[in-house]
Protein backbone atom coordinates (compact mmCIF):
# COMPACT_ATOMS: atom_id res chain seq x y z
CA UNK A 1 0.00 0.00 0.00
CA UNK A 2 2.76 2.85 0.95
CA UNK A 3 4.62 1.90 -2.12
CA UNK A 4 1.77 3.24 -4.43
CA UNK A 5 0.77 6.41 -2.73
CA UNK A 6 3.14 9.05 -3.09
CA UNK A 7 1.76 11.93 -5.13
CA UNK A 8 -2.32 10.75 -4.74
CA UNK A 9 -3.10 11.13 -8.55
CA UNK A 10 0.00 11.08 -9.85
CA UNK A 11 0.20 7.53 -9.37
CA UNK A 12 -2.70 4.84 -10.32
CA UNK A 13 -3.03 3.98 -7.09
CA UNK A 14 -6.34 4.64 -5.92
CA UNK A 15 -9.32 3.08 -8.34
CA UNK A 16 -11.96 5.28 -7.64
CA UNK A 17 -11.85 9.09 -7.99
CA UNK A 18 -14.01 10.46 -5.06
CA UNK A 19 -11.84 8.60 -2.40
CA UNK A 20 -8.36 10.43 -3.80
CA UNK A 21 -8.88 13.25 -1.90
CA UNK A 22 -8.58 11.36 1.61
CA UNK A 23 -5.68 8.81 0.85
CA UNK A 24 -4.21 11.62 -0.67
CA UNK A 25 -2.65 13.73 2.86
CA UNK A 26 -2.77 10.70 5.26
CA UNK A 27 -1.34 8.38 2.35
CA UNK A 28 1.40 10.84 1.62
CA UNK A 29 2.29 10.92 5.42
CA UNK A 30 1.49 7.23 6.04
CA UNK A 31 3.88 7.02 3.31
CA UNK A 32 6.81 9.02 4.93
CA UNK A 33 7.14 6.96 7.49
CA UNK A 34 7.39 6.85 11.47
CA UNK A 35 9.79 9.99 11.31
CA UNK A 36 7.64 11.84 8.93
CA UNK A 37 4.55 11.31 11.11
CA UNK A 38 6.32 12.28 14.10
CA UNK A 39 7.95 15.43 12.63
CA UNK A 40 4.33 16.55 11.05
CA UNK A 41 2.42 16.21 14.56
CA UNK A 42 5.36 18.43 16.01
CA UNK A 43 4.47 20.79 12.96
CA UNK A 44 1.15 20.65 13.92
CA UNK A 45 1.76 21.48 16.96
CA UNK A 46 3.71 24.79 16.91
CA UNK A 47 1.32 25.86 13.87
CA UNK A 48 -1.30 25.57 16.38
CA UNK A 49 0.62 27.25 19.10
CA UNK A 50 1.81 29.95 16.74
CA UNK A 51 -2.13 31.00 16.73
CA UNK A 52 -3.53 30.51 19.62
CA UNK A 53 0.13 31.15 21.56
CA UNK A 54 -0.67 34.50 23.40
CA UNK A 55 -4.03 33.64 24.24
CA UNK A 56 -3.34 30.37 25.93
CA UNK A 57 -0.09 32.16 27.87
CA UNK A 58 -0.57 31.77 31.50
CA UNK A 59 0.43 35.22 32.26
CA UNK A 60 1.72 38.39 30.60
CA UNK A 61 4.66 37.73 28.82
CA UNK A 62 5.58 40.89 28.86
CA UNK A 63 5.30 41.81 32.22
CA UNK A 64 8.20 42.19 34.17
CA UNK A 65 9.22 41.47 38.20
CA UNK A 66 13.21 42.31 38.70
CA UNK A 67 12.47 40.54 42.03
CA UNK A 68 12.13 37.02 40.00
CA UNK A 69 14.95 37.41 37.32
CA UNK A 70 16.66 34.39 36.56
CA UNK A 71 14.52 32.35 38.95
CA UNK A 72 13.81 28.53 37.75
CA UNK A 73 10.73 26.70 37.94
CA UNK A 74 8.44 27.23 40.55
CA UNK A 75 4.64 26.90 41.64
CA UNK A 76 2.21 27.69 38.40
CA UNK A 77 5.43 28.66 36.34
CA UNK A 78 6.86 25.46 34.86
CA UNK A 79 10.10 27.14 32.65
CA UNK A 80 10.85 30.08 35.71
CA UNK A 81 11.41 33.50 34.71
CA UNK A 82 13.83 35.52 32.18
CA UNK A 83 16.30 37.76 32.77
CA UNK A 84 13.78 40.26 32.89
CA UNK A 85 11.25 38.29 35.79
CA UNK A 86 8.95 37.41 32.74
CA UNK A 87 7.20 34.10 33.20
CA UNK A 88 9.48 32.10 30.07
CA UNK A 89 6.38 29.88 29.52
CA UNK A 90 4.11 32.31 28.13
CA UNK A 91 6.92 34.29 25.86
CA UNK A 92 7.75 31.33 24.31
CA UNK A 93 4.28 30.62 23.76
CA UNK A 94 3.50 34.28 22.71
CA UNK A 95 6.82 34.23 20.75
CA UNK A 96 5.13 31.49 18.96
CA UNK A 97 3.44 33.64 16.58
CA UNK A 98 6.21 36.24 15.04
CA UNK A 99 9.00 32.74 15.14
CA UNK A 100 6.73 31.10 12.99
CA UNK A 101 5.16 33.90 10.92
CA UNK A 102 8.61 34.95 9.70
CA UNK A 103 10.17 31.88 8.27
CA UNK A 104 6.11 31.54 6.49
CA UNK A 105 6.49 34.86 4.69
CA UNK A 106 10.01 34.14 3.58
CA UNK A 107 9.14 30.10 2.23
CA UNK A 108 5.90 31.81 0.37
CA UNK A 109 7.64 34.89 -1.23
CA UNK A 110 11.26 32.40 -2.17
CA UNK A 111 8.52 30.10 -3.72
CA UNK A 112 6.78 31.97 -5.56
CA UNK A 113 9.17 33.66 -7.29
CA UNK A 114 11.15 30.58 -7.26
CA UNK A 115 8.39 28.71 -9.57
CA UNK A 116 7.45 31.45 -11.29
CA UNK A 117 11.36 31.87 -12.64
CA UNK A 118 11.82 27.96 -13.02
CA UNK A 119 8.37 27.54 -14.63
CA UNK A 120 9.19 30.56 -17.71
CA UNK A 121 12.59 29.61 -18.23
CA UNK A 122 11.99 26.35 -19.14
CA UNK A 123 9.03 27.37 -21.23
CA UNK A 124 10.92 29.11 -22.83
CA UNK A 125 14.29 28.04 -22.98
CA UNK A 126 17.16 29.26 -25.17
CA UNK A 127 18.02 33.16 -24.31
CA UNK A 128 15.03 33.77 -21.41
CA UNK A 129 16.47 30.04 -19.46
CA UNK A 130 20.20 31.91 -20.01
CA UNK A 131 19.33 35.13 -18.90
CA UNK A 132 17.33 33.22 -15.43
CA UNK A 133 20.26 30.97 -14.48
CA UNK A 134 23.31 33.77 -15.29
CA UNK A 135 21.05 35.69 -12.51
CA UNK A 136 20.58 32.67 -10.40
CA UNK A 137 24.17 32.26 -10.44
CA UNK A 138 25.01 35.77 -9.62
CA UNK A 139 22.20 35.30 -6.77
CA UNK A 140 23.57 32.49 -5.14
CA UNK A 141 26.84 34.31 -4.10
CA UNK A 142 25.24 36.17 -1.70
CA UNK A 143 24.54 34.35 1.82
CA UNK A 144 21.02 34.90 3.25
CA UNK A 145 22.30 36.25 6.68
CA UNK A 146 24.39 39.27 4.56
CA UNK A 147 21.44 40.07 2.48
CA UNK A 148 19.30 40.70 5.15
CA UNK A 149 21.86 42.78 7.43
CA UNK A 150 22.16 44.66 4.00
CA UNK A 151 18.30 44.88 3.79
CA UNK A 152 18.26 45.87 7.82
CA UNK A 153 20.95 48.58 7.57
CA UNK A 154 18.94 50.15 4.74
CA UNK A 155 15.82 49.57 5.43
CA UNK A 156 16.15 49.73 9.38
CA UNK A 157 15.80 46.48 11.52
CA UNK A 158 12.40 44.84 11.72
CA UNK A 159 11.04 41.19 10.43
CA UNK A 160 9.72 42.64 7.04
CA UNK A 161 12.83 43.97 6.07
CA UNK A 162 14.85 40.26 6.93
CA UNK A 163 12.07 38.43 5.38
CA UNK A 164 12.10 39.79 2.11
CA UNK A 165 16.05 39.59 2.21
CA UNK A 166 15.77 36.18 3.05
CA UNK A 167 12.93 35.12 0.04
CA UNK A 168 15.20 36.83 -2.20
CA UNK A 169 18.32 35.36 -0.98
CA UNK A 170 16.38 31.95 -0.89
CA UNK A 171 14.54 32.17 -4.62
CA UNK A 172 17.70 30.95 -6.56
CA UNK A 173 17.56 27.20 -4.65
CA UNK A 174 14.15 26.88 -5.14
CA UNK A 175 13.87 27.88 -8.96
CA UNK A 176 17.78 25.82 -9.48
CA UNK A 177 15.37 22.69 -8.43
CA UNK A 178 12.04 23.29 -9.90
CA UNK A 179 13.45 24.30 -13.12
CA UNK A 180 14.65 20.97 -13.48
CA UNK A 181 11.69 19.58 -12.77
CA UNK A 182 9.57 22.04 -15.14
CA UNK A 183 11.99 20.85 -17.78
CA UNK A 184 11.02 17.52 -17.18
CA UNK A 185 7.37 18.33 -17.03
CA UNK A 186 8.21 20.05 -20.42
CA UNK A 187 9.59 17.33 -22.32
CA UNK A 188 6.48 15.08 -21.65
CA UNK A 189 4.36 14.33 -24.59
CA UNK A 190 1.06 15.44 -22.71
CA UNK A 191 2.30 19.26 -23.01
CA UNK A 192 2.80 18.93 -26.75
CA UNK A 193 -0.40 17.22 -27.05
CA UNK A 194 -2.05 20.39 -25.54
CA UNK A 195 0.20 22.81 -27.63
CA UNK A 196 -1.06 21.23 -30.73
CA UNK A 197 -4.98 21.35 -29.18
CA UNK A 198 -4.26 25.29 -29.85
CA UNK A 199 -4.16 25.54 -25.62
CA UNK A 200 -1.59 29.02 -24.88
CA UNK A 201 1.33 28.40 -22.91
CA UNK A 202 0.47 30.01 -20.14
CA UNK A 203 -2.56 27.90 -19.61
CA UNK A 204 -0.37 24.89 -19.44
CA UNK A 205 2.11 26.14 -17.29
CA UNK A 206 -0.66 27.15 -14.86
CA UNK A 207 -2.68 24.32 -15.17
CA UNK A 208 -1.08 21.49 -15.96
CA UNK A 209 3.01 22.04 -15.67
CA UNK A 210 2.49 23.80 -12.12
CA UNK A 211 -0.10 21.17 -10.57
CA UNK A 212 2.06 18.75 -11.66
CA UNK A 213 5.24 19.99 -9.89
CA UNK A 214 3.61 20.49 -6.83
CA UNK A 215 4.79 17.65 -4.94
CA UNK A 216 8.19 18.89 -5.19
CA UNK A 217 7.20 22.31 -4.61
CA UNK A 218 5.74 21.27 -1.34
CA UNK A 219 8.81 19.21 -0.47
CA UNK A 220 10.62 22.26 -1.41
CA UNK A 221 8.84 24.27 0.93
CA UNK A 222 9.04 22.27 4.03
CA UNK A 223 12.69 21.85 3.43
CA UNK A 224 13.06 25.89 2.98
CA UNK A 225 10.98 26.85 6.08
CA UNK A 226 13.31 25.16 8.60
CA UNK A 227 16.57 27.03 7.10
CA UNK A 228 14.26 30.59 6.91
CA UNK A 229 13.72 29.67 10.62
CA UNK A 230 17.31 29.00 11.71
CA UNK A 231 18.50 32.14 9.63
CA UNK A 232 15.33 34.53 11.25
CA UNK A 233 16.34 33.04 14.33
CA UNK A 234 20.03 34.05 14.04
CA UNK A 235 18.95 37.78 13.20
CA UNK A 236 16.52 38.12 16.05
CA UNK A 237 19.83 37.32 17.95
CA UNK A 238 21.78 39.69 16.34
CA UNK A 239 19.21 42.54 17.12
CA UNK A 240 18.30 43.21 13.42
CA UNK A 241 14.66 40.92 13.32
CA UNK A 242 12.30 41.28 15.59
CA UNK A 243 12.74 44.28 18.18
CA UNK A 244 12.80 43.40 22.05
CA UNK A 245 10.33 43.61 23.87
CA UNK A 246 8.30 41.85 21.78
CA UNK A 247 8.27 37.79 22.84
CA UNK A 248 10.44 35.91 19.55
CA UNK A 249 12.60 32.80 20.32
CA UNK A 250 15.62 33.88 18.52
CA UNK A 251 15.00 37.55 20.47
CA UNK A 252 15.01 35.21 23.64
CA UNK A 253 18.04 33.55 23.25
CA UNK A 254 19.79 36.87 22.44
CA UNK A 255 18.28 38.22 25.56
CA UNK A 256 18.90 35.65 28.16
CA UNK A 257 22.34 34.78 26.69
CA UNK A 258 24.16 36.31 29.86
CA UNK A 259 22.52 33.61 32.19
CA UNK A 260 24.15 30.63 30.43
CA UNK A 261 27.24 31.83 31.47
CA UNK A 262 25.78 33.15 35.04
CA UNK A 263 24.29 29.51 35.51
CA UNK A 264 20.68 29.97 34.60
CA UNK A 265 20.62 28.65 31.43
CA UNK A 266 16.78 27.65 31.13
CA UNK A 267 15.21 30.68 29.49
CA UNK A 268 17.72 30.75 26.25
CA UNK A 269 17.65 27.04 26.10
CA UNK A 270 13.79 26.64 26.40
CA UNK A 271 13.42 28.79 23.36
CA UNK A 272 16.38 27.18 21.59
CA UNK A 273 14.79 23.39 22.57
CA UNK A 274 11.91 25.44 20.56
CA UNK A 275 13.58 26.55 17.28
CA UNK A 276 15.75 23.09 16.63
CA UNK A 277 12.44 20.84 17.74
CA UNK A 278 10.84 22.90 14.83
CA UNK A 279 13.74 22.85 11.99
CA UNK A 280 14.20 19.50 12.76
CA UNK A 281 10.59 18.77 12.36
CA UNK A 282 10.31 20.57 9.31
CA UNK A 283 13.83 19.30 8.00
CA UNK A 284 12.60 15.45 7.94
CA UNK A 285 9.24 15.92 6.99
CA UNK A 286 10.49 18.47 3.85
CA UNK A 287 13.18 15.03 2.62
CA UNK A 288 10.88 12.38 3.37
CA UNK A 289 8.16 14.44 0.89
CA UNK A 290 10.97 15.40 -1.61
CA UNK A 291 12.39 11.64 -1.78
CA UNK A 292 8.20 10.85 -2.59
CA UNK A 293 8.11 13.33 -4.98
CA UNK A 294 11.21 11.87 -7.27
CA UNK A 295 10.73 8.36 -6.27
CA UNK A 296 6.82 9.29 -8.01
CA UNK A 297 8.62 10.49 -11.19
CA UNK A 298 11.40 8.24 -11.22
CA UNK B 1 7.66 21.99 -60.96
CA UNK B 2 5.70 18.53 -60.52
CA UNK B 3 2.10 17.42 -61.15
CA UNK B 4 1.58 18.59 -57.17
CA UNK B 5 3.32 21.80 -57.93
CA UNK B 6 0.14 23.10 -60.00
CA UNK B 7 -2.42 22.23 -57.04
CA UNK B 8 -3.23 26.21 -55.66
CA UNK B 9 -6.14 25.03 -54.06
CA UNK B 10 -4.42 22.57 -51.79
CA UNK B 11 -5.42 22.99 -48.00
CA UNK B 12 -2.31 22.57 -47.12
CA UNK B 13 0.88 22.90 -49.50
CA UNK B 14 4.41 21.96 -47.74
CA UNK B 15 7.05 23.14 -50.36
CA UNK B 16 10.71 22.18 -50.31
CA UNK B 17 10.23 21.49 -46.94
CA UNK B 18 14.20 21.09 -45.21
CA UNK B 19 14.74 20.58 -41.42
CA UNK B 20 18.00 20.34 -39.38
CA UNK B 21 18.32 19.43 -36.04
CA UNK B 22 21.62 20.06 -33.56
CA UNK B 23 23.45 17.07 -32.80
CA UNK B 24 26.57 17.18 -31.04
CA UNK B 25 26.99 20.86 -32.37
CA UNK B 26 26.15 19.97 -35.82
CA UNK B 27 23.04 20.87 -37.77
CA UNK B 28 21.92 17.15 -38.75
CA UNK B 29 19.08 16.52 -41.76
CA UNK B 30 15.89 15.09 -41.05
CA UNK B 31 14.01 16.26 -43.72
CA UNK B 32 14.93 17.24 -47.10
CA UNK B 33 13.33 18.79 -49.90
CA UNK B 34 9.20 17.77 -49.11
CA UNK B 35 6.63 18.42 -50.86
CA UNK B 36 3.64 17.96 -50.33
CA UNK B 37 -0.32 19.14 -51.04
CA UNK B 38 -3.44 17.74 -49.30
CA UNK B 39 -6.46 19.10 -50.58
CA UNK B 40 -9.63 19.42 -48.44
CA UNK B 41 -11.82 16.00 -47.55
CA UNK B 42 -8.76 13.94 -48.95
CA UNK B 43 -6.50 11.24 -47.31
CA UNK B 44 -3.30 10.63 -47.77
CA UNK B 45 -0.62 8.43 -46.57
CA UNK B 46 2.70 9.34 -45.45
CA UNK B 47 4.67 5.68 -44.93
CA UNK B 48 8.51 4.94 -44.28
CA UNK B 49 10.93 2.91 -41.99
CA UNK B 50 11.61 4.63 -38.78
CA UNK B 51 13.89 7.42 -39.24
CA UNK B 52 12.68 8.30 -42.59
CA UNK B 53 11.22 11.86 -41.51
CA UNK B 54 7.43 10.84 -41.50
CA UNK B 55 7.12 12.03 -38.09
CA UNK B 56 8.96 14.89 -38.36
CA UNK B 57 7.32 16.22 -41.41
CA UNK B 58 3.93 15.81 -39.42
CA UNK B 59 5.42 17.51 -36.22
CA UNK B 60 6.66 20.38 -38.60
CA UNK B 61 3.13 20.74 -39.97
CA UNK B 62 1.94 21.51 -36.53
CA UNK B 63 5.09 23.38 -35.52
CA UNK B 64 6.23 21.13 -32.55
CA UNK B 65 10.16 21.09 -34.11
CA UNK B 66 12.51 20.43 -31.05
CA UNK B 67 14.16 23.46 -30.21
CA UNK B 68 17.05 24.62 -32.43
CA UNK B 69 15.39 22.94 -35.39
CA UNK B 70 15.88 24.83 -39.01
CA UNK B 71 13.42 25.08 -41.14
CA UNK B 72 13.74 26.12 -44.94
CA UNK B 73 10.84 25.79 -47.66
CA UNK B 74 7.67 27.03 -47.09
CA UNK B 75 4.08 25.56 -45.47
CA UNK B 76 1.14 27.22 -45.96
CA UNK B 77 -2.55 25.89 -44.94
CA UNK B 78 -5.17 27.66 -46.55
CA UNK B 79 -3.07 30.35 -48.09
CA UNK B 80 -1.71 31.66 -44.40
CA UNK B 81 2.25 30.99 -44.27
CA UNK B 82 2.40 28.12 -41.22
CA UNK B 83 5.68 29.90 -40.46
CA UNK B 84 4.42 33.16 -39.41
CA UNK B 85 2.08 32.56 -37.34
CA UNK B 86 2.48 33.85 -33.75
CA UNK B 87 0.27 33.58 -30.15
CA UNK B 88 -3.53 33.69 -31.02
CA UNK B 89 -3.42 33.04 -34.81
CA UNK B 90 -1.11 30.11 -34.08
CA UNK B 91 -3.19 28.51 -31.32
CA UNK B 92 -6.28 28.91 -33.89
CA UNK B 93 -4.16 27.30 -36.46
CA UNK B 94 -3.58 24.35 -33.98
CA UNK B 95 -7.43 23.71 -33.50
CA UNK B 96 -7.69 23.74 -36.93
CA UNK B 97 -4.79 20.93 -37.65
CA UNK B 98 -5.55 18.18 -34.94
CA UNK B 99 -2.82 15.99 -33.93
CA UNK B 100 -3.27 12.39 -32.72
CA UNK B 101 -0.37 10.66 -31.19
CA UNK B 102 1.06 7.03 -30.80
CA UNK B 103 1.13 6.70 -27.75
CA UNK B 104 -2.05 8.05 -26.23
CA UNK B 105 -0.99 7.31 -22.29
CA UNK B 106 1.75 9.59 -22.62
CA UNK B 107 0.15 12.34 -24.45
CA UNK B 108 -2.19 13.14 -21.83
CA UNK B 109 -1.46 14.76 -18.54
CA UNK B 110 -2.22 11.93 -16.09
CA UNK B 111 -3.45 13.91 -13.27
CA UNK B 112 -6.79 15.75 -14.82
CA UNK B 113 -9.86 13.75 -15.68
CA UNK B 114 -10.79 13.12 -19.88
CA UNK B 115 -13.36 15.89 -18.71
CA UNK B 116 -11.11 18.40 -18.39
CA UNK B 117 -8.52 17.10 -21.26
CA UNK B 118 -11.28 16.88 -24.10
CA UNK B 119 -13.05 20.00 -23.13
CA UNK B 120 -9.78 22.49 -22.40
CA UNK B 121 -9.20 23.53 -25.73
CA UNK B 122 -13.09 24.51 -26.14
CA UNK B 123 -12.73 26.48 -23.30
CA UNK B 124 -10.04 28.20 -23.15
CA UNK B 125 -9.03 29.11 -27.06
CA UNK B 126 -13.11 29.19 -27.72
CA UNK B 127 -14.99 30.14 -25.11
CA UNK B 128 -17.43 27.70 -24.67
CA UNK B 129 -19.00 27.70 -21.13
CA UNK B 130 -17.69 24.48 -19.27
CA UNK B 131 -21.67 23.03 -19.46
CA UNK B 132 -22.30 23.16 -23.07
CA UNK B 133 -17.91 21.91 -23.64
CA UNK B 134 -18.48 18.84 -21.28
CA UNK B 135 -21.59 18.26 -23.34
CA UNK B 136 -20.71 17.98 -26.66
CA UNK B 137 -17.47 15.86 -25.37
CA UNK B 138 -19.88 13.55 -24.30
CA UNK B 139 -21.98 13.50 -27.31
CA UNK B 140 -18.08 12.94 -29.50
CA UNK B 141 -17.85 10.27 -27.16
CA UNK B 142 -20.58 8.82 -28.48
CA UNK B 143 -19.94 9.35 -32.08
CA UNK B 144 -16.50 7.57 -31.30
CA UNK B 145 -18.28 4.61 -29.77
CA UNK B 146 -18.17 5.01 -25.88
CA UNK B 147 -21.79 4.91 -25.11
CA UNK B 148 -21.43 6.57 -21.12
CA UNK B 149 -20.05 9.48 -22.07
CA UNK B 150 -20.68 11.44 -18.96
CA UNK B 151 -19.32 9.02 -16.72
CA UNK B 152 -15.83 8.90 -19.15
CA UNK B 153 -15.74 12.12 -18.65
CA UNK B 154 -15.45 12.02 -14.84
CA UNK B 155 -12.65 9.14 -14.67
CA UNK B 156 -8.69 9.57 -14.95
CA UNK B 157 -6.73 8.31 -17.74
CA UNK B 158 -5.62 5.10 -15.99
CA UNK B 159 -9.07 3.82 -15.82
CA UNK B 160 -9.38 3.62 -19.28
CA UNK B 161 -7.64 1.05 -21.35
CA UNK B 162 -5.10 2.26 -24.63
CA UNK B 163 -8.03 1.62 -27.41
CA UNK B 164 -10.24 3.78 -25.00
CA UNK B 165 -8.03 6.00 -24.64
CA UNK B 166 -6.93 6.72 -28.38
CA UNK B 167 -11.41 7.02 -29.22
CA UNK B 168 -10.72 9.89 -26.68
CA UNK B 169 -7.73 11.17 -28.07
CA UNK B 170 -9.63 11.14 -31.65
CA UNK B 171 -12.50 12.71 -30.03
CA UNK B 172 -10.73 15.52 -28.49
CA UNK B 173 -9.51 15.93 -31.80
CA UNK B 174 -12.57 16.43 -33.61
CA UNK B 175 -14.08 18.32 -31.31
CA UNK B 176 -12.21 22.19 -32.39
CA UNK B 177 -13.99 21.30 -35.84
CA UNK B 178 -10.25 21.17 -37.37
CA UNK B 179 -9.89 20.64 -40.77
CA UNK B 180 -6.87 18.92 -41.15
CA UNK B 181 -6.13 15.66 -39.12
CA UNK B 182 -2.79 14.64 -39.02
CA UNK B 183 -2.76 11.24 -37.47
CA UNK B 184 0.77 9.75 -36.18
CA UNK B 185 0.75 5.98 -36.06
CA UNK B 186 -2.57 6.50 -34.32
CA UNK B 187 -2.86 2.77 -34.00
CA UNK B 188 0.70 1.31 -33.63
CA UNK B 189 0.39 0.99 -29.76
CA UNK B 190 -2.52 -0.89 -29.61
CA UNK B 191 -3.60 -4.77 -29.81
CA UNK B 192 -4.44 -6.29 -33.33
CA UNK B 193 -7.94 -6.68 -32.54
CA UNK B 194 -8.01 -3.07 -30.83
CA UNK B 195 -6.28 -1.66 -34.39
CA UNK B 196 -8.62 -2.74 -36.30
CA UNK B 197 -11.93 -0.98 -34.40
CA UNK B 198 -10.20 2.33 -34.05
CA UNK B 199 -9.23 2.39 -37.65
CA UNK B 200 -12.38 2.03 -38.57
CA UNK B 201 -14.03 4.37 -36.33
CA UNK B 202 -11.11 7.09 -37.42
CA UNK B 203 -11.98 6.56 -40.94
CA UNK B 204 -15.62 6.86 -40.43
CA UNK B 205 -15.31 9.97 -38.60
CA UNK B 206 -13.16 11.72 -40.63
CA UNK B 207 -15.35 10.80 -43.42
CA UNK B 208 -18.30 12.35 -42.33
CA UNK B 209 -16.97 15.30 -41.05
CA UNK B 210 -15.47 15.71 -44.64
CA UNK B 211 -11.92 16.39 -42.98
CA UNK B 212 -8.67 15.95 -44.69
CA UNK B 213 -5.84 13.28 -43.04
CA UNK B 214 -2.36 13.18 -43.24
CA UNK B 215 -1.87 9.08 -41.75
CA UNK B 216 1.27 8.21 -40.49
CA UNK B 217 2.41 4.41 -40.43
CA UNK B 218 4.67 2.16 -41.27
CA UNK B 219 2.36 -0.35 -42.40
CA UNK B 220 2.16 0.09 -46.53
CA UNK B 221 -1.15 -1.87 -46.57
CA UNK B 222 -2.70 0.19 -43.95
CA UNK B 223 -2.01 3.25 -45.62
CA UNK B 224 -3.19 1.59 -49.21
CA UNK B 225 -6.28 0.64 -47.71
CA UNK B 226 -8.06 3.72 -46.08
CA UNK B 227 -5.82 6.53 -47.98
CA UNK B 228 -6.99 7.82 -51.62
CA UNK B 229 -2.87 8.92 -52.34
CA UNK B 230 -0.36 7.78 -50.84
CA UNK B 231 3.60 8.75 -50.31
CA UNK B 232 6.24 7.08 -49.77
CA UNK B 233 10.38 8.53 -47.58
CA UNK B 234 13.14 7.45 -47.40
CA UNK B 235 15.82 8.76 -45.57
CA UNK B 236 14.44 12.38 -45.50
CA UNK B 237 13.17 12.71 -48.52
CA UNK B 238 9.99 11.63 -50.63
CA UNK B 239 10.55 8.79 -52.79
CA UNK B 240 7.41 8.14 -54.25
CA UNK B 241 3.66 9.35 -54.67
CA UNK B 242 1.11 7.47 -56.10
CA UNK B 243 -2.65 6.62 -55.71
CA UNK B 244 -2.96 3.95 -53.29
CA UNK B 245 -4.85 1.44 -55.64
CA UNK B 246 -1.44 1.25 -58.02
CA UNK B 247 1.40 1.18 -55.12
CA UNK B 248 1.29 -2.30 -54.88
CA UNK B 249 0.44 -3.15 -58.61
CA UNK B 250 2.60 -0.39 -60.60
CA UNK B 251 4.90 0.67 -58.34
CA UNK B 252 7.24 3.82 -59.47
CA UNK B 253 10.40 3.57 -57.06
CA UNK B 254 12.57 0.29 -56.38
CA UNK B 255 12.00 1.01 -52.31
CA UNK B 256 8.16 0.92 -52.60
CA UNK B 257 8.19 -2.39 -54.77
CA UNK B 258 11.20 -3.67 -52.26
CA UNK B 259 8.09 -2.88 -49.17
CA UNK B 260 6.01 -4.01 -50.81
CA UNK B 261 8.01 -7.55 -52.03
CA UNK B 262 8.58 -7.76 -48.18
CA UNK B 263 5.47 -8.14 -46.38
CA UNK B 264 4.29 -11.80 -46.07
CA UNK B 265 1.51 -12.97 -48.15
CA UNK B 266 -1.32 -14.73 -46.22
CA UNK B 267 -1.98 -16.23 -49.47
CA UNK B 268 1.10 -17.52 -50.45
CA UNK B 269 3.49 -20.54 -49.63
CA UNK B 270 7.31 -18.79 -49.31
CA UNK B 271 10.26 -20.09 -47.70
CA UNK B 272 11.27 -16.78 -46.84
CA UNK B 273 10.11 -13.05 -47.23
CA UNK B 274 12.40 -11.27 -48.80
CA UNK B 275 13.79 -8.68 -47.08
CA UNK B 276 15.70 -5.24 -48.27
CA UNK B 277 19.26 -5.89 -48.07
CA UNK B 278 21.52 -3.63 -46.25
CA UNK B 279 20.03 -1.41 -43.34
CA UNK B 280 17.84 2.04 -43.75
CA UNK B 281 19.87 5.38 -44.25
CA UNK B 282 19.17 8.31 -41.68
CA UNK B 283 18.31 11.18 -43.32
CA UNK B 284 21.66 13.13 -41.82
CA UNK B 285 23.75 10.03 -43.94
CA UNK B 286 21.92 10.22 -46.77
CA UNK B 287 24.49 11.60 -49.82
CA UNK B 288 24.33 14.79 -50.75
CA UNK B 289 24.96 14.02 -54.55
CA UNK B 290 23.78 10.11 -54.97
CA UNK B 291 20.55 8.53 -54.68
CA UNK B 292 20.12 7.42 -50.99
CA UNK B 293 18.17 4.29 -51.97
CA UNK B 294 21.19 2.79 -54.54
CA UNK B 295 23.34 0.97 -52.14
CA UNK B 296 19.97 -1.55 -51.63
CA UNK B 297 18.79 -1.40 -55.07
CA UNK B 298 18.41 -3.97 -57.37
CA UNK B 299 18.38 -1.85 -60.20
CA UNK B 300 20.93 0.86 -59.58
CA UNK B 301 23.58 1.89 -62.22
CA UNK B 302 26.26 4.19 -62.06
CA UNK B 303 24.36 7.03 -62.72
CA UNK B 304 22.44 6.35 -59.57
CA UNK B 305 25.25 7.67 -57.66
CA UNK B 306 26.28 10.88 -59.40
CA UNK B 307 23.42 12.54 -58.67
CA UNK B 308 20.14 13.19 -56.24
CA UNK B 309 17.40 11.92 -58.61
CA UNK B 310 14.36 14.93 -58.92
CA UNK B 311 10.96 13.61 -57.86
CA UNK B 312 9.76 13.75 -61.09
CA UNK B 313 6.07 13.05 -62.46
CA UNK B 314 5.35 10.29 -63.99
CA UNK B 315 2.24 7.83 -64.80
CA UNK B 316 0.02 10.42 -62.39
CA UNK B 317 2.32 9.77 -59.62
CA UNK B 318 5.68 11.33 -58.57
CA UNK B 319 9.12 9.65 -58.47
CA UNK B 320 12.47 9.76 -57.02
CA UNK B 321 13.99 7.45 -59.33
CA UNK B 322 16.13 7.83 -62.75
CA UNK B 323 15.25 4.92 -64.04
CA UNK B 324 11.72 5.07 -62.84
CA UNK B 325 10.18 5.22 -66.34
CA UNK B 326 12.78 2.23 -67.55
CA UNK B 327 11.78 -0.14 -64.61
CA UNK B 328 8.16 0.70 -64.73
CA UNK B 329 6.13 -2.39 -65.51
CA UNK B 330 9.17 -4.54 -64.06
CA UNK B 331 9.10 -3.51 -60.81
CA UNK B 332 6.41 -5.44 -59.52
CA UNK B 333 6.45 -8.04 -61.70
CA UNK B 334 10.05 -8.99 -59.94
CA UNK B 335 8.14 -9.38 -57.11
CA UNK B 336 5.58 -11.44 -57.19
Redesign the interface.
Given at each position: MSAAVGVP??T?AP?A?RRAGRTGVLGLLRATGAGGMISAVVIAVAIVLAIIGPWIAPYNPDLPNLSLAWVGPVGGHLLGFDFEGRDVLSRLLAGAQSSMIGPLAVVVGAMVLGTLIAVVSAWR??FTDTVASSGLDILFAFPGILLAVLAAAVFGAGLTAAAVALAIAYMPYVARVLRGAALRERG???T?????????GT?ICL??IV??MLPLIVAQATILFGWAMVDLAAISFLGLGVQPPAPNWGVMISENQPGILQGYPLPALAAGVCIVGVVIAFNILGERLFEQAQAVRR | MSAAGAERDALLSVRDLTVTLPVEGAQRAVLRDVSLDIRAGEAVGLVGESGSGKSMTARAIDRLLPKGAQVEGEIRFDGADVARLTGAALRGYRTKVAMIFQDPRAHVNPVRRIGDFMTESLRTNLGVPAAEASKRAASMLGEVGIADGDRRLRQYPHELSGGMLQRVMIAAALLTGPALLLADEPTTALDVTTQAEVMAILDELRQAHGLAMLFITHDLDLAAAICDRTIVMYAGQIVEERRSELLHSDPLHPYTAALGGARPDIAQKASRLRAIPGRPLSAFEAPAAACAFAPRCAYAQPACTESVPDLAALGGGRSRCLRAADLRGQLEAAHV
Open positions: AAAAGQGRPYAALEVQGVSARHPN | -
